[in-house]
Structure formats: C-alpha cells, structure tokens
C-alpha cells in the first residue's frame, strides 16, 4: 500500500490528531495552504502541494488543488497505467466551505459565491470515483477508521458519503441561489425537484406497527421541546402538525384545537384558554378521548387539571405556567410540546406538500390562502350581521383543514359539529349537524366546496340554520343561490375553494 495522503480541510477539528496517527504509521501527506500550515505548526511534517504542482496559490486561494499532478494522483490506477508519472495518493481527507452556514433571508451574494467549494468537491468526487485505490474521508466523525485496514466495501461506503455530501451540496446552492436570484418566489414547481432530508431518529414505527419510519429534517424546523412523557410517534407527529395548522390560524386570539387522526373534532375561541379549551371539547367530547391538543397562548394550572382529567395523547402549547407543567408531569406518557417558534411564522416552515404514487411524484404549493372577508360576496336578499360574518371567516377556515368533503357548523366563534372525509356532500351536512349536540338554530355552515344540488340547503334550513358560506362555482349555483332566498338563509361565497384528500 502507497501510504500518501492529500489533506486540505476547512473544518480542522480533529484533523491534528488524525494526521498525527498518520504520521507515526509512516504516511506522507501532502496539504494545502492553512491546513498545511496547522499541520506543520503542530510538529507534523506535511508537504505543500506547491512543492508537486509547482504553482503557488493563485488567485488569493482560490486556485490551490486544481492541478493535474494532484488529480493524476487522485486518479491514479496502477492496473491501467503501470508505469504512473505521479505517486498516487491512497487517502484523500477533505471538507467544505460551510455554503449552508451563509444562506438564509439576509444572505448576500457575494458571501454566498465565496464560500462556494470548488476544489474540494472536485477532490472528493475524483477520489470517490477511484474508491477501489483510494480512502476518501468528507466527514470528520471518520478519522477514527483504521486507516491501515481499509477494505473495499469500507471504501465504497465512504464514496457513496461523498457522493451523497456533494449532491446535496450542489442542491442547496441551486436552491439558495435560486431564491437569491427570485427564480424560486415566481415558481415553486421547477422542471426539476429534489427533496434532501437528513435523518433525526428512527421512530418505532409507521402509522401501524409492521410499518418502518423514521423521522428527518429539512429546510425549515419548527423549533419545539418536548417537556414530558414519551417520544413522539409517527401519528403524533401527524396528528400535531394537523393541530398547529389549524391554530395558527387564530395565532393572535385564544384558541383550542383538537385533532383526531388529523382530522379536527374541535375548535373553538375563547376570552380565555380555559374557555377556548371548553367549548372546543364540547364540540365532540367522545372524538376528544386520545387526542391531540393545541392551544395558541399560555397554559396555566386550571387548563392543565382539565387535560389530566381525561386521556389524551399531546398537549401543544408556546409556554406553561410552572404549576401547569408540573401537573401535567403527573401523566407520565403524556407528551407536552412547547413551540418556541412564533406561531405567526409558522406558515413560512411549509411551502410545498409532496405525495408519492404509483403515477409519480404529486408536489403541490400548500393551501395558504388567506379568506379576506372583505372580498367575499353576499349572494342573499338577506344579509349577514356582523356575528355571523366572524362565524362564517371562523367556520371556513376550520373547513379548510377538514378532509373533503367537509363541512362545519359553527356558532359563535366555536365548532359544534365537524364532519370530513364524506364521498356524499349532502350526507357530510347530515352528518355535521347530526353531532350538535344543542341546537344548530342560528349556527352558520361551511363547506370546503361548492353545493351540487339544494339538497344540502334544504338540509341547513330544516335544521336553521341561519347562513352558509362555500366557494361556488357549480353549474346549479343559480338554483342553489334562489332556493336559500326562498329558505331566508343567508349565502356568502368565496371564490375559494379548500379540498383536502
């Protein structure tokens, strides 16, 4: 084995160390400009590669590795040319300029064009390439291999990091450069799309348990803590991302949701949390039992003795009184998140939604669309007051993330009843007001979709139910419009509409 190596790194954790060992097992190393000077500044006997290319640094750094004496040692195969002209190199060690340490909103470009690696990736990919000659090492929490005892499948595993460290390299700096450049706010959906996740934790399984799952990051984090009971499932997670996107709707007022195999089975606003959180249980308290909750402000002692009273499986909140959480600490398996994200940031985490089908890959912009109040248009003789005109923005929001068809019947300012994944819409009405458990009189109904017939109208008035709001746009909204004039419902449309498969 030709014991050389060629260093050049950015990041020096532990490279001193490392080249150490080397050293003492009789390695040559070659390096590059700080890190040569590292090496040497440590007592280490490392090479510039100047003294092999004969060219100095050009261009203030930019250019130190691009040579073909270093890339013909890279690439060396002593099987094809038996007589090399260079020495091969048997280890390559190389690490990145931290692109992704420089993007973000404020980013500016010139910073991010300087901390573009060019040499460095051009290293690991040329070693990686000639993974059955050479040891490739992109990741510092490798020095510890036994570089003596390398064999090929080792040395395929650490190519394959290489390949998988340069792709996703190259995709962030297409990406961040794209949202520099203002490519990305104009189309969301590329001719080309990758998705690069990065693994947190295997979870213990999937929805079901014969199900393998395991929980990555991407881009955007939410920032949260888990402040008690066990860790989170692949359905938590579900579950709870289904609650937040229904709360942060009302991030500003106190609000309630809870959630059921992502589908809300309460919601309400309350002048308090503890009011919000009663009457968003009323709403379907059986659906409740083994729920998701999420709250928009503080939870405090008398909030916390009501979630302890019965099973539920989360509780989300942005903070916790001391007492609060030391109740809810008395449930042991009882998962408490705090979000440390402001909830009005929480829209920005998400902006595509992507489903894999047999047909191909389904990528979509997230239904964030906001009901302006404003705009939307009242089709009745009879108008709303200004109650009902905050119960139906209320109802139609909560529709939104109701799985179609779906419909809500709401009153002020709280979910009486909530019926989604219906295949009829007439029988999704039906349903919705069946589970009030009072009175539908005077509640308003919305729904996710427009009405097809006036079944559905003549539904809401037999049950009064004092106005409607929908998107329209069906072929009988003539008809639909005139049979709630003759009922003396009121009808506002929206122009909006908000299916949820």
């Known amino acids: ?50 003294t092999i290319t004969g060219f100095g640094e050009l261009l203030g750094g930019k250019v130190k590795s691009l040579h073909p004496a270093i890339f013909a040692s890279v690439l060396a195969d002593e099987n094809e040319v038996p007589e090399l002209e260079y020495a091969p190199f048997s280890l390559v060690v190389v690490n990145l300029y931290p692109f992704e340490a420089y993007r973000g909103v404020n980013a500016h470009i010139d910073t991010l064009l300087k901390n573009i690696d060019i040499g460095g990736v051009a290293l690991l990919r040329a070693a990686a390439k000639n993974y059955k000659n050479v040891t490739v090492i992109c990741d510092i929490n490798d020095y510890d291999i036994d570089i003596n005892n390398v064999d090929e499948p080792m040395r395929q595993k650490l190519a394959l990091k ?27 959906l590329n001719s080309q799309k990758a998705f690069y996740f990065d ?40 579950d709870s991302t289904a609650a937040l996107n229904i709360a942060c709707e009302f991030y500003d007022v106190n609000a309630c949701v809870i959630v059921k195999h992502t589908n809300p089975c309460g919601v309400a606003l309350g002048k308090t949390i503890e009011d919000a959180w009663l009457k968003a249980l009323d709403c379907d308290p059986l659906s409740a039992f083994g729920g998701i ?13 009501h979630l302890t009273s019965m099973f539920l499986e989360v509780i989300i909140a942005p903070s916790y009184t001391d007492g609060a959480l030391e109740i809810l600490k008395t449930k042991k398996n009882l998962r408490v998140i705090k979000i440390n994200t402001e909830l009005d940031k929480y829209s920005n985490f998400v902006s595509q939604e992507v489903k894999l089908t047999p047909f191909g890959a389904l990528v979509q912009e997230k239904d964030t669309l906001e009901l302006d109040p404003d705009k939307f248009k009242i089709v009745t003789k009879n108008k709303p007051t200004q109650e009902q005109i905050e119960d ?31 295949t009829s819409r007439v029988g999704a009405v039906e349903i ?23 079944d559905n109208i003549h539904l809401a008035a037999q049950n009064r139910i004092a106005a409607i709001i929908q998107p329209a746009g069906s072929i009988k909204d003539k008809e639909v419009i005139e049979t709630a004039d003759k009922m003396g419902l009121v009808m506002a449309t929206t122009g909006i509409r908000h299916f949820r498969h």
Not at 298 to 304: G, H, K, L, S, Y
């Open 1 to 50: 084995m030709n014991k050389r190596a060629y260093i050049s790194v950015y990041d020096k954790t532990g490279i001193v160390d490392f080249a150490k060992k080397l050293s003492a097992q009789g390695w040559e190393i070659v390096s590059t400009g700080n890190t040569c000077k590292v090496l040497n500044d440590n007592g280490i006997k490392a090479l510039e590669s100047s």
């Open 162 to 188: 290489v390949f998988e460290k340069t792709s996703k390299y190259d995709f962030t700096i297409f990406e961040e450069l794209s949202y520099n450049f203002g490519y990305c706010e104009n189309d969301l």
């Open 199 to 238: 693994k947190i934790c295997d979870l213990r399984y999937g929805e079901n348990p014969h199900q393998k799952a395991a929980l990555y990051s991407y881009d955007r984090q939410l920032d949260y803590e888990i402040l008690n009971g066990k860790e989170m499932s692949y359905n938590n997670i579900l």
């Open 293 to 305: 909750v999420a709250f928009t402000k503080e939870i405090d002692d008398t909030v916390a003795k």
């Open 392 to 422: 139906m923005v209320f109802a139609f929001k909560v529709a939104k993330h109701v799985k179609s068809n779906g419909i809500v019947v709401a009153k002020d300012l709280r979910a009486l009843g909530i019926c989604g994944g219906q």
């Open 432 to 454: 919705a007001i069946n589970r009030v458990c009072d009175s539908p009189k005077d509640a308003v109904l919305a729904s996710d979709g427009f009405f097809p017939a006036i």
